[in-house]
């Protein structure tokens, strides 16, 4: 008779002592479904704007990538981009990211967001990292990245880069 860690590791019992090499077979199966974890990135060198004054894509379409979330149901997820505003306004950037099983888990928002207030030819190069927990375990989660600008005027993305992997 064996048993199981909360974390799905099997073990044996005391009175298992025959064929311990099956149990230490098993446990060693049992961890490596624990601790391999996924990940993916995906970049953009190519000049891209936006004038959206809401959350979009920006011009050449959407930059994302996906990742199989692990059995930790964690994720960390990492963005940044250069970029300048041809006024003396906001560019922000920021991100979405949406499970195949439990759909929108994170919301672009201004709170969390690459923020440059410059202007002309003046680029900024920002990054930042955010952590993702609860996510349902064996799904795909794509991370999109999303611009926009705070009043009229033209974003310029001179690089962008998603970074997402897995957690144990």
């Known amino acids: 008779m064996t048993q199981q860690t909360p974390k799905g590791i099997t073990y044996p019992e005391s009175t298992d002592h025959n064929r311990l090499w099956e149990h230490y ?5 049992d961890i490596d479904a624990l601790i391999t974890v996924d990940s ?3 970049e ?5 704007t936006t004038t959206s004054t809401t959350f979009t894509d920006a011009s050449g379409g959407a930059l994302s990538t996906t990742i199989t979330v692990p059995p930790s149901g964690r994720v960390m997820v990492a963005i ?4 300048r505003n041809s006024g003396s306004l906001n560019t922000i950037t920021s991100w979405r990211g949406v499970g195949s099983t439990s759909g929108t888990v994170y919301t672009e928002n201004d709170n ?6 410059g202007s002309g030819t003046t680029n900024l190069s920002l990054s930042l990292t955010k952590r ?12 999109t ?17 998603i970074t997402v992997w897995g957690l144990i």
Do not use: P
């Open 25 to 29: 077979q098993t446990l060693a199966e």
């Open 112 to 117: 969390a967001a690459l923020i440059w207030s």
């Open 145 to 161: 990245m999303k611009h926009r600008v705070n009043s009229a005027s033209t974003a310029t993305f001179d690089y962008r880069c």
């Open 80 to 83: 940044r981009s250069t970029q």
């Open 132 to 143: 993702l927990t609860g996510l349902v375990a064996g799904e795909t989660l794509t991370v």
């Open 44 to 48: 953009d060198t190519s000049s891209r």
């Open 40 to 42: 993916n990135e995906a």
